[in-house]
């Protein structure tokens, strides 16, 4: 394959690049689009159990008064401990601030740092993977205590503290200027993993968050994330959740008149990736439905482009083709090697094409991975890790041997059936 | 152009997927851009948010004396204050879900005779449309505007009623001209919808600069005839100021300067200050994101056309040499052989351009337009839009006929003929 990539490279140059660079620039641009999907729903730390998650970000309420109007917006605690927390076909959840906000961390008598800090429970540590390079997070005693306690990154602990050893934990400072003892360190979170990021992690009970409510505390200003022992259980976690929201609304509705409008919450990563508004339930397929539209125009027009040149490409070899045929060779057999022939072309430039997405996402990653309406100024980083998976691999050799067959199928069939007699 | 019909049905096809493509996205553009480019309504040049958190009891700096609502609600008042007496500032106001380029809304409900209309609801205290000079629609100044607040009055924005409905409906002024009562629909007294006291009809002033979302309602419920209450500050959860615009240079670390002592009133603490400008960035993020997604889309469309045209007449003058240097035999000039490759590829641009219109008439009969609560479809719209269309095509088809239609054009009909021999 690589002796007959070298050849056309020799015979036809102008023609064999512009191949080349319309592929390369085809898997470039169909795998940038893919890796900012990808990095919404694919694992990596500290979510990386995404797979498993279920994501229950905002509540809807009505009330007998109110006609069809709603209130929408985060949950309150009440919410979270009686229709969550009960969930035992869950291995575990968690309720968390709804969104970062930012505040002054500093140490006494110093001048304080802008810093963006995440309230959770103590379940937060066991549904994200944070990374923790010293000490470790609060426990359910310290979250029911309400003690003053803070997890924070390594790049806070430095601008704070000046280091981020094992010895600042224990450390004290203040964080609108109430105090708060360090008790964790972690590696860096990326604003991409949207649930889990903050630059400090303290206890929701240490905050005034818990009594932020509205609705007569049925809402508030947390959300929630549901994670199963595995994927399939999600059926069951669901069955469940419906008998409790049944049993929930019919409380309420019996009290003071209100009911929880479910908009069939909670969702997979991939649907809360797409969800933007409290009040609309968001539309999975018809996001499916665009991307697979995106993915169709990106690779169809390079392959009708690539299918003219194919075509006079192989044009050129009829007399090649029909000495072969007259010594013996099959039309599947011409066929498959003309396919297998072309396709040596398209895994090198879509091997190139791939190379300069991953370059490109990786340069430009705060520009190119939209985080919506991003309560943080941190800037947007991405590593390999977050980029590459096995996944994205699959899909970069799925859309080369599906370009390879559309451009070069129709020229290599007609080539393949092409009269011996005529072609000499 | 018949003896290479096969070739030329592959550029055909790609012509035409290209052409309506392109023409989704610059309908996109059109439409985004018109709405962009339509009068805000307000303005945010020189405005910035401050975030003031409440220090916890659990802080050595923790006044119990503030822990009452009428002691909080005089230290925000205070804060206030003291925010307009900086010389620096023009004005200060505290609002709920009312500052522009916000993510969180509240609705209203107001109505006359049988007619209700929706609207956002801003709660406001009176500096805040001297802060994003809102306008009156019989030109009254933002102040006057401010002034009408503080007596109370609910300000409508003249669309109020007609933006949410499908039938024609009066505009506030008119309504407010033909003396009609105005109600609320949200408050009952005895059974009976509460009259407003309507102050002024206002300019509607935009969602955002990507929306055209504008129908809304001011008020100051701490002023309320309703029921006054200053208490009701607390939960007004937005502190905004503006400028003035010779001091706008190192205002945020001024201010971030003063937070522990002038601007530290009750349990008040500031902990950051935004510029509306960054605030809109971050919010309309998403619209601009998609825009430059669809610039590079455009992009790489164009390019497709680009090479599969560079490509394609590269391998046909090849196999026209002798074709050419008949024609140059025959009298034909260089420049002759130029343009009749250029026109082969504008020509086959031309005949399927009306197919390309048919399909982007046809997308717009359903409705599949990249964008949505812009201004309607309209003829002007789509042939601004598939006109670009064909000339973006027409100058990528040239660009890619260039280099090969030059090679033609050299071909020496002496040197052509006799190597064939």
Not at chain 1, 123 to 145: M, W
Request: aromatic residues 10%; proline residues 4%.
């Amino acid at each position: 394959m690589l002796k007959q990539f070298i050849y056309e490279l020799k015979s036809e140059p102008v023609v064999t690049w512009v191949t080349i660079t319309g592929t390369a620039l085809a898997i470039f641009l169909i795998m940038t689009v893919v890796m900012m999907q990808e990095i919404k729903t694919a694992p990596y730390s500290p979510e990386s159990h995404r797979d498993r998650m279920l994501h229950w970000g905002s509540m809807s309420i009505t009330h007998a008064d109110w006609g069809d109007g709603t209130s929408n917006g985060p949950m309150s605690y009440w919410a979270y401990q009686n229709i969550i927390e009960p969930l035992e076909s869950a291995e575990t959840s968690t309720a968390y601030a709804c969104m970062t906000t930012t505040h002054s961390a500093s140490l006494r008598d110093h001048t304080p740092i802008k810093v963006d800090i995440l309230p959770t429970d103590h379940r937060f540590f066991d549904v994200f993977d944070l990374q923790f390079t010293a000490g470790k997070p609060y426990d359910q005693a310290q979250f029911e205590s309400s003690q003053a306690l803070a997890v924070m990154t390594e790049s806070t602990a430095r601008q704070l503290f000046g280091s981020a050893g094992e010895d600042l934990i224990g450390s004290e400072f203040l964080i609108d200027l109430a105090p708060y003892r360090l008790i964790g360190i972690v590696k860096d979170v990326s604003p991409l993993a949207d649930h889990a990021y903050s630059q400090l992690w303290v206890p929701l009970t240490a905050t005034s968050l818990l009594k932020d409510t509205w609705n007569d505390n049925y809402m508030g200003m947390l959300s929630s994330t549901i994670l199963a022992r595995d994927k399939s259980d999600f059926p069951a976690i669901l069955a469940e959740l419906d008998k409790i929201k049944a049993s929930v609304n019919t409380q309420m509705k019996a009290g003071i008149g209100y009911q929880y409008v479910w908009r069939n919450r909670p969702y997979t990563t991939e649907k809360d990736a797409v969800s933007k508004w409290a009040n609309v339930e968001p539309d999975l397929k018809q996001a499916r439905r665009s991307r697979l539209m995106v993915y169709l125009i990106l690779l169809i027009v390079p392959a009708i482009n690539l299918s003219s040149m194919t075509q006079s490409r192989v044009k050129r070899r009829m007399s090649e083709i029909a000495v072969r045929r007259s010594y013996g060779a099959t039309r599947s057999g011409i066929l498959g090697s003309l396919i297998m022939e072309n396709l040596s072309m398209t895994l090198i430039a879509g091997l190139i094409g791939f190379g300069l997405s991953v370059a490109f996402a990786l340069l430009l990653a705060p520009s190119l991975f939209n985080q919506g309406m991003s309560a943080t100024s941190a800037p947007t980083t991405a590593s390999l890790p977050m980029l590459l998976h096995w996944s994205t691999l699959g899909m970069a050799l799925l859309f080369c041997f599906i370009l390879n067959l559309l451009c070069t199928g129709v020229p290599a069939w007609r080539a393949s059936r092409a009269s011996i007699v005529n072609s000499l | 152009m018949l003896n290479e019909w096969r070739t030329n049905v592959w550029l055909a096809l790609e012509f035409l997927v290209v052409s309506v493509v392109l023409w989704y996205i610059c309908d996109y553009f059109y439409a985004s851009m018109r709405t962009y480019f339509a009068p805000l309504g307000f303005e945010y040049d020189h405005c910035y948010e401050l975030t003031m958190y409440d220090i916890p009891e659990s802080s050595p700096e923790y006044r119990p004396e503030y822990a009452g609502d009428s002691a909080q609600a005089e230290a925000r008042y205070e804060i206030l204050r003291r925010l307009k007496q900086m010389p620096e500032i023009e004005a200060a106001a505290y609002s709920n879900n009312a500052r522009p380029f916000n993510g969180s809304n509240s609705g209203f409900t107001m109505g006359y005779d049988s007619v209700s209309g929706n609207g956002l609801r801003r709660f406001v205290t009176p500096d805040f449309p001297i802060i994003y000079r809102y306008r009156g629609a019989n030109g009254e100044s933002p102040e006057e505007l401010a002034r009408q607040l503080e007596e109370g009055k609910v300000l409508l924005s003249d669309n109020f009623f007609s933006s949410s409905s499908r039938e024609p409906l009066p505009s506030v002024r008119e309504l407010k001209d033909a003396g009609k009562k105005i109600h609320y629909v949200d408050y009952k007294i005895n059974g009976e919808h509460r009259e407003a006291q309507i102050g002024s009809a206002l300019v509607p002033v935009r969602y955002d600069e990507f929306s055209d979302w504008s129908a809304f309602a001011l008020q100051d419920v701490c002023r309320d005839g309703f029921h006054p209450d200053k208490a009701m500050v607390l939960y007004y959860n937005e502190l905004t100021i503006r400028v003035k615009p010779e001091h706008d240079h190192d205002i945020a670390a001024k201010l971030m300067a003063a937070a522990p002592d002038y601007l530290h009133v009750g349990n008040n603490l500031l902990t950051n200050v935004s510029s509306l400008d960054d605030i809109r960035r971050n919010f309309q993020r998403s619209t601009t994101t998609q825009l430059r997604n669809y610039s590079a889309g455009m992009g790489f469309m164009m390019i497709n056309i680009f090479l599969g045209l560079l490509g394609t007449f590269w391998f046909r003058t090849q196999q026209r040499v002798n074709e050419i240097a008949i024609r140059r035999v025959n009298g034909a000039t260089r420049r002759g052989i130029f343009g009749r490759l250029i026109g082969e590829g504008v020509l086959l641009l031309a005949l399927v351009t009306p197919l390309a219109v048919a399909a982007d008439c046809m997308l717009t009969h359903y409705d599949i337009c990249a964008y949505y609560g812009a201004h309607h479809s309209t003829a002007l719209r789509i042939a601004v839009c598939a006109g670009t269309s064909f000339v973006l095509m027409a100058l990528m088809v040239i660009a890619g006929i260039w280099f090969p239609a030059r090679r033609a054009m050299r071909i020496e009909p002496a040197q052509a003929l006799s190597i064939d021999n």
